[in-house]
């Protein structure tokens, strides 16, 4: 839903709503008295309404952030907590959304439909521990069996014994599975694979459609601190997975987060939320950290939910790759020692399949001191040279030596006279 005077009535109800609530005083702690409700006039009103970031949402007891009484919960989640700002855990109701303008189960947002059609009996659950939500294990058809994503071997074991069909779990999961359920399985007998918990970049998908010719592929972009805000109709599931459709019942604003200000259509910003409903939680303003493009197009499901793509989280101060880790203070550092270079960049991590196999690739880009070597290529191949030996990706091993190891490929360097316009100076951008 777009954001204009229209969504204003709904969006003082949800304040007032959260303000008054007799379970929570979350937002009445997070505001000081600031936000009232009756005086959110105009767009510009709900635009100084303080974001909700991810830290007050961790930071939280996970008590402090129900909003209704305990029956209508059914199922926590949590995050692993690997990003050093410890686990984020947030209870849920049954995972319900609106559609159709009807709130239902997010289980019957498409995939429970495909589901039916495609008579699946018994679906695998291969995730990471801490996100298979309980809501889930009610649900009786398709049976639902719990798999060990720390144990491949008796995973794929269990999944060739009950003769699965579906799988729900993560593009990263599924990849490193797939070598042992071949082994013991069929995989033409998969009709239905979920994911969840990641996106999953299109060169993945290519590789999935291949390694499971007879599967429907679908992913949800699900923000799992609060209600089901996407859908991924069957014409978005074909075209691309990043692809989604933004239901009703939540406002989405699509922010230059340096600025604060409203991105161009068709432009990259960090998709910001806010859901009008009243649900267990409720996200106001909600930094998802995700950064989306609105897209302008009609889809072909005929839908009136406006399209996004998800181009995945920005601004990581490192990243971990296939049990590497690479910090942007790294990358600094081979450009100090790289003589020639302004010490600014970007980083980029993308994928690319070779021969069935997933590699990554770093890209960095760079702005050449002299402005005479922004188009020479034997400076640039000699940067680039430089820049892999002395990236050093743990104490001794370098990315040049990890692109021998066969783990990466090679560095990628681009030079550009001044760098894009983004939220923060020096961080990652990871493309899958
Ligand atoms: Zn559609």
Redesign the pocket.
């Known amino acids: 839903m777009e954001l204009n005077d229209s969504s204003l009535p709904q969006i003082r109800r949800i304040l007032s709503w959260v303000l008054k609530n007799k379970y929570s005083d979350f937002y009445r702690k997070k505001y000081k008295g600031k936000v009232i409700p009756s005086k959110i006039k105009t767009v510009n009103d709900f635009k100084k309404i303080p974001f909700l970031e991810r830290e007050d949402l961790v930071s939280a007891s996970p008590f402090d952030k129900i909003f209704t009484s305990f029956n209508f919960i059914k199922g926590v989640t949590a995050t692993s907590g690997t990003t050093g700002k410890g686990p984020l855990v947030t209870f849920l109701p049954e995972r319900m959304s609106m559609f159709e303008g009807k709130r239902v189960s997010a289980s019957y947002l498409g995939t429970k439909n495909k589901i039916i059609e495609l008579g699946i009996k018994y679906y695998l659950l291969i995730k990471p521990p801490f996100s298979i939500n309980n809501s889930i294990l009610e649900n009786r058809s398709p049976f639902a069996v719990i798999a060990d994503p720390d144990n491949f071997t008796a995973s794929a074991e269990i999944a060739s014994r009950l003769r699965i069909e579906a799988i729900h779990t993560t593009p990263t999961i599924l990849y490193f599975f797939t070598p042992y359920l071949k082994k013991k399985y069929d995989l033409k007998k998969i009709k239905f694979i979920q994911f969840g918990g990641e996106l999953c970049s299109n060169e993945k998908l290519m590789l999935f459609k291949r390694t499971f010719p007879n599967s429907y592929i679908t992913n949800r972009y699900v923000a799992s601190e609060g209600p089901v805000i996407t859908w991924q109709?069957e014409?978005?599931a074909q075209k691309n997975l990043q692809l989604q459709?933004l239901l009703p019942g939540t406002i989405a604003e699509c922010l230059d987060t340096l600025t604060g200000e409203e991105v161009a259509r068709g432009d990259v910003g960090e998709l910001v939320y806010t859901i009008l409903y009243p649900d267990v939680f409720v996200p106001i303003r909600y930094r998802t950290g995700d950064y989306v493009i609105f897209k302008e197009e009609k889809?072909?499901?005929k839908?009136p939910?406006p399209?996004f793509e998800a181009l995945g989280k920005i601004g990581y101060d490192s990243i971990a790759i296939q049990g590497t880790k690479l910090l942007i203070s790294d990358i600094l550092d081979a450009i100090k020692k790289t003589k020639g270079l302004v010490n600014d960049f970007k980083a980029h991590v993308h994928e690319r399949i070779r021969g069935g196999r997933i590699y990554y690739i770093v890209e960095v880009q760079l702005i050449p001191k002299d402005k005479k070597n922004l188009k020479n290529l034997l400076f640039k191949e000699k940067i680039r040279d430089k820049m892999e030996k002395n990236l050093y990706i743990s104490s001794s091993l370098t990315y040049k030596d990890l692109v021998d190891k066969d783990v990466f490929l090679p560095l990628k360097v681009e030079f550009m006279e001044k760098l894009p316009h983004e939220p923060k100076r020096r961080y990652f951008t990871a493309h899958y």
């Open positions: 109709c014409y978005l459709h889809c072909k499901c839908k939910y399209i």
